[in-house]
């Protein structure tokens, strides 16, 4: 099974794999990240101290993913939990099942149809929607 560390340790040297974000508030197994130059304020599944910057990806569940033929990179809401993310596809796991998106902040998304990685390659911009309990991989953690 492919992860989100394996996807990132293979991918190493290419800067569109991993983003920067800052923790701006944390409670209970959830935290708010900033994104750096941005207004996002979004809210993940994860841990980590208020005024850390941390250096990894979303880890996200999609519910059903669609090739796009125009658009940009986002998250929305921008503040808040994760609902749709569009972006541009940079790399497929090994075993199909899942893709690193870069959005706002690089996305791993996993396919909850597995059958939906049959119409997306490497370079297309796709949007999704989100399944709850989206969840911040800290790459500086997983090396």
Same mark, same amino acid.
């Not at 921008?78 to 993310?85: D, L, M, S």
């Given at each position: 099974m492919t992860t989100a560390s394996s996807t990132l340790l293979a991918m190493h040297n290419q800067p569109t794999v991993t983003?920067?974000?800052?923790?701006?508030?944390? /409670? =209970?197994?959830?935290?708010d990240v900033a994104v750096p130059g941005t207004a996002y304020s979004i809210r993940l599944q994860g841990t980590g101290t208020v005024g850390d910057r941390c250096e990894g990806c979303i880890e996200a569940t999609a519910m059903k993913v669609h090739v796009a033929s125009g658009g940009g990179r986002f998250i929305q809401p921008?503040?808040? /939990?994760?609902?749709?993310?569009a972006g541009h596809v940079v790399a497929m796991d090994a075993d199909g099942a899942g893709a690193v998106v870069r959005s706002?902040?690089?996305?791993?998304?996993?396919? =909850?149809?597995?059958?939906?990685?049959?119409?997306?390659?490497?370079?297309?911009?796709?949007n999704f929607h989100v399944r709850s309990g989206a969840s911040w991989s800290d790459a500086t953690s997983n090396a």
């Open positions: 983003g920067t974000v800052k923790v701006c508030g944390a /409670e =209970e197994g959830t935290i921008a503040h808040g /939990e994760p609902r749709i993310v706002v902040v690089p996305v791993h998304v996993r396919f =909850e149809d597995p059958a939906s990685a049959a119409s997306i390659a490497v370079g297309d911009l796709v």
